[in-house]
């Protein structure tokens, strides 16, 4: 049974800077693509970053420079640095694959952007 753990989220002012930070438990990590989604209330849940078992990286053009996603394979996580947050960055940002058979969501981690 895999499961993903969220962390890291909390309340930054417009321009500040918020790292959240996720743990994959009981799955092949490291030959896993990964990814970065967010969900507000009432909309679907949107893919804005993901990174190959390789390392390479994709990002939505709303998070394009301002994000930047990594992983640490020995560890089992996945990072997702955020720069120059926007109030339109508010949301439950979760981790899973980027596709195929996604793993069983977490709860996720609330990011808010508001001063």
């Known amino acids: 049974q895999v499961q993903v753990v969220e962390s890291g989220g909390g309340l930054v002012q417009p321009g500040g800077s918020l790292r959240v930070s996720c743990k994959v438990f009981?799955?092949?990590?490291?030959?896993?693509?990964m990814a970065w989604y967010r969900q507000v209330p009432g909309e679907q849940r949107e893919l804005v970053a993901e990174i190959s078992s390789g390392g390479n990286t994709k990002y939505v053009d709303s998070v394009k420079g301002r994000f930047t996603i990594s992983r640490d394979n020995r560890l089992s996580t996945v990072a997702l640095q955020m720069y120059r947050l926007k109030p339109e960055d508010t949301a439950v940002y979760y981790c899973?694959?980027?596709?195929?058979?996604?793993?069983?969501w977490g709860q996720g981690t609330q990011v808010t952007v508001s001063s």
């Open positions: 899973n694959k980027p596709r195929g058979v996604l793993f069983t």
């Open positions: 009981g799955s092949i990590f490291r030959a896993r693509d």
